[in-house]
């Protein structure tokens, strides 16, 4: 947003495929969290909405059994 408003540009709305439970979207059911970062003047559309349980390294449950997080991918981890 602040990249096209720095070149002239008007942001009218938001869009992405899913919406992982922070704001609320057009036509979704997720209300919005205070961790959202799009301002809440603008319409959010998004195809679906994913509302995860999330935690602090304190309160993880995982954590506290001694799990270990993994992030699979090609670079090497």
Same mark, same amino acid.
């Given at each position: @947003?602040? =990249?096209?408003?720095?070149? $002239?540009?008007?942001?009218? =709305?938001? =869009?992405?495929? =899913? %919406?992982? $439970?922070?704001?609320? #979207?057009? $036509? $979704? *059911?997720?209300?919005?969290? +205070?961790?959202?970062?799009? +301002?809440? %003047? ?11 349980? @999330?935690?602090? +390294? ?5 954590? *506290? ?9 090609? #670079?090497? %981890?």
């Amino acid at each position: @947003m602040a =990249a096209v408003e720095a070149l $002239g540009g008007e942001v009218v =709305a938001f =869009a992405a495929l =899913a %919406n992982r $439970g922070f704001c609320e #979207r057009v $036509g $979704g *059911k997720s209300a919005r969290k +205070p961790e959202a970062k799009l +301002p809440a %003047n603008k319409p959010f559309f998004a195809l679906t909405d994913f509302d995860f349980e @999330m935690y602090s +390294p304190e309160t993880c449950p995982l954590c *506290k059994t001694g799990s270990v997080a993994v992030k699979p991918g090609s #670079r090497g %981890n």
